[in-house]
């Protein structure tokens, strides 16, 4: 069964500190790997999105990396800013990248 | 920036009722999808829509739904008669092609059944 498992369920870090979350998936055939960030309320927002030959992707304070052997992925936060508090999703596509399965998301909270 | 523009952003119904949610895609995009996120819980597929068809739906996509693109830039859900489960975000996507780089989602309508 195709999925998305995602850890930790919820993170809370000081405002300025580096975090790592994590993205474990078994969907096959691969065709991409996103990452999105979810205010609450709001619709998901796209920060990265990475093929199968592609092993690490930034986007200004976020760095994605993806391991397709192992089939795994993280998202690593730099100098983390209290407006970084969200959920954030993990989102793998296969079937030419249509139809996407989501993970459950980090809850990520960024304190002062 | 290009959006994917959802009406209304919330609505409240009564169990048994029919409501049509309302997405505008962005304008060159030619493939259109639906997404639901209960409360509390991740998002799930419910449909995608290419060339005026259903091109593939989930399990949770049955008989009370449908979807419907009735002129050039409007891309609707409608459920039939809704139940106390279907209260939800439900969320529109578009996309440019199948590669999935230009997927986009609106900002919701979140659905509260009474």
């Known amino acids: 069964k195709n999925q998305v498992e995602q850890s930790p369920q919820s993170l809370i870090i000081l405002e300025g500190k580096n975090c790592t979350l994590q993205c474990n998936y078994t969907v096959s055939p691969f065709s991409n790997l996103r990452w999105y960030k979810q205010d609450t309320g709001r619709g998901p927002v796209s920060l990265t999105i990475m093929t199968f030959s592609e092993n690490t992707k930034s986007n200004g304070r976020y760095t994605a990396t993806l391991d397709a052997d192992t089939k795994q992925s993280s998202l690593h936060i730099t100098a983390s800013q209290l407006s970084d508090s969200a959920s954030y999703i993990c989102?793998?596509?296969?079937?030419?990248?249509?139809?996407?399965?989501f993970g459950p998301g980090t809850r990520l909270s960024v304190l002062p | 920036e290009p959006e994917v523009t959802q009406t209304p952003s919330h609505q409240v119904t009564q169990m048994g009722q029919e409501v049509i949610l309302r997405c505008v895609p962005i304008s060159n995009h030619l493939y259109f999808y639906w997404y639901r996120q209960i409360l509390g819980q991740k998002v799930e597929f419910l449909v995608s829509?290419?060339?005026?068809?259903?091109?593939?739906k989930s399990e949770i996509f049955d008989d009370q739904f449908s979807v419907e693109r009735p002129d050039g830039s409007n891309f609707t859900l409608k459920i039939r008669s809704t139940k106390l489960e279907d209260s939800a975000m439900y969320f529109c996507a578009s996309n440019v092609g199948q590669d999935g780089h230009g997927y986009t989602f609106g900002s919701g309508t979140r659905l509260t059944v009474v």
């Open positions: 989102v793998v596509s296969g079937n030419y990248g249509q139809n996407f399965v």
């Open positions: 829509f290419y060339n005026n068809e259903i091109s593939e």
